[in-house]
């Protein structure tokens, strides 16, 4: 941008760097990581996960990538080249797997779901080492096991068809959610249950009024999630 004050002021708002074309080629190069990520992690998860490998053609596997590219550039936008972004691209390209398998088989398997909590947890430390400031990663536990907490008293109680998968995933999500502050935590929290309330109906109608017995709650919760992370300040 020409206009200092301008950059400045799109740079405070969205904690990214300035529309220059050093700050223009850091938020692709992030999002082209996050395709190329994206490409291997396949491979990988039909070897983990070999009860879950499903034949992707082509057009699948571009699909997924360019998802995750648009996804990890706007979390390059939004943090810039801050200690956190490597922890929130983890969430990003992960994020988009996940709702891939749980769309295709009502599943979120362990073997991704305690993984992304695991070395999320790590690198939102090491972020919080370098920018001194641990009460970020306190509130972010806080926030793993308040969400976790809810969503298992939610599943327990209620008929609303999550499952364990989803009380699982409500742990790494509220980290996240919680590391940025408390609001993000409780947008976050109640959009992915509003949302998945609303995919559940949607799915009713489209079933002529009969509920399928299983709700793929998982991109209802990543996609609320990665919305309040990247649009609330």
Same mark, same amino acid.
């Given at each position: 941008?020409?206009?200092?004050?301008?950059? *400045?002021?799109?740079?405070?708002l969205f904690a990214a760097p300035a529309g220059t074309l050093? #700050?223009?080629?850091?938020?692709? &190069?992030? *999002?082209?990581? *996050?395709?190329?990520?994206?490409?291997?992690?396949?491979? +990988?998860?039909?070897?983990? +996960?070999? %009860?879950?490998?499903?034949?992707?053609?082509?057009?699948s596997?571009?699909?997924?990538?360019?998802?995750?590219f648009a996804l990890c550039a706007l979390v390059a936008w939004r943090f810039g080249p801050s200690p956190e972004l490597a922890a929130y691209m983890l969430l990003?390209?992960? *994020?988009?797997?996940?709702?891939?398998?749980?769309?295709? %088989? %009502?599943?979120?398997?362990?073997?991704?779901?305690l993984p992304l909590l695991g070395v999320g947890l790590a690198l939102l430390a090491a972020a919080a080492g370098v920018s001194g400031d641990a009460g970020n990663l306190l509130r972010g536990a806080a926030g793993a096991v308040i969400l976790f907490v809810l969503y298992l008293f939610l599943a327990l109680t209620s008929r609303n068809g999550? &499952?364990? &998968?989803?009380?699982?995933?409500?742990?790494? +999500? #509220?980290l996240y959610l919680g590391y940025l502050g408390w609001s993000h935590l409780f947008y976050g929290g109640a959009l992915g249950f509003v949302a998945g309330g609303m995919a559940s109906a949607l799915l009713v109608l489209k079933n002529r009024g009969n509920k399928p017995k299983e709700v793929p709650y998982g991109p209802s919760m990543l996609a609320a999630s990665l919305a309040v992370i990247l649009l609330l300040p």
């Open positions: 941008m020409s206009d200092p004050a301008a950059a *400045g002021t799109v740079s405070l050093p #700050g223009v080629l850091f938020i692709a &190069g992030i *999002g082209l990581l *996050g395709a190329c990520l994206s490409l291997l992690a396949e491979p +990988l998860m039909r070897r983990a +996960l070999p %009860h879950l490998a499903d034949p992707l053609n082509a057009r596997r571009i699909t997924t990538a360019a998802v995750t990003a390209a992960a *994020g988009v797997q996940l709702a891939r398998i749980d769309l295709l %088989h %009502h599943l979120l398997p362990n073997r991704m779901v999550l &499952g364990m &998968g989803d009380v699982k995933l409500a742990a790494p +999500l #509220g």
